[in-house]
């Protein structure tokens, strides 16, 4: 018996282990489906609105002719410019990190985020969207804690990533890092036409 309620308690201390002992994950959310884009400098309501940020990325394809690809390329309210990572294959891994610096507050204390308007891949035109990658799922970290993971559809529409509320301070970064794509027909870029923090509103 007594060997009996050891092995009880053993198991019990499992099964109570369990959770803790393996890696927290995420939270998965899917990004909600929107309209095509009704201009080329389509430009909705974000967070940039109220403060904006400063936007860098790990890296970026270097310049192609008079086209662009840095990190600027992903905020500049143009649907026909893309970011495109630089790494070799589908730049899983790669990063956009967006910096919400002391001098964007003003007399702000802090601004809630919520979120990201988000349009994927290089929407240049339908055979340039076709031919480069297109991002599949993202993780979100905020101050380099996970915040949530987030599935993209494969689309040239607006689409929207809800989160819950983050009360974002002076200096605090929001970061977002590939982790799979829909692989492009020609090229294995990835790119990401135009991706904005949602808030304030
Ligand atoms: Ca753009």
């Known amino acids: 018996m007594k060997t009996l309620a050891f092995a009880a308690a053993i198991l019990a201390l499992l099964v109570v ?19 095509p884009p009704d201009s080329n400098d389509y430009a909705p309501c ?24 840095d990190a600027k390329r992903i905020d500049d309210g143009l649907v026909n410019t893309a970011w495109v990572e630089g790494r ?3 730049g899983i891994g790669e990063t956009v990190t967006y910096t919400f610096t002391p001098a964007l507050f003003g007399e702000r204390e802090k601004i809630n985020f919520s979120g990201f308007y988000v349009i994927n891949g290089y929407c240049k035109n339908p055979k ?8 599949k799922r993202v993780l979100i970290s905020y101050n380099n804690q996970p915040l949530c ?4 559809h494969d689309s040239m529409n607006v689409q929207f990533i809800h989160l819950k509320t983050v009360w974002l301070r002076p200096g605090d970064i929001v970061t977002v890092t590939i982790l ?6 020609k090229y294995q870029d990835t790119a990401i036409s135009e991706m904005a923090p949602l808030g304030a509103h």
């Open 46 to 69: 974000s967070l940039g609105c109220a403060i904006g940020w400063e936007t860098t990325a790990s890296s970026h394809l270097p310049p192609q002719g008079r086209n662009r690809y």
């Open 17 to 35: 282990a369990g959770p803790v002992g393996a890696a927290a994950r995420a939270p998965v959310v899917t990004a909600k489906l929107g309209k």
């Open 149 to 152: 993971e987030a599935i993209l």
């Open 88 to 90: 070799p294959g589908h």
């Open 180 to 185: 799979a794509v829909y692989p492009g027909d």
């Open 128 to 135: 340039t969207w076709r031919e480069n990658s297109r991002v």
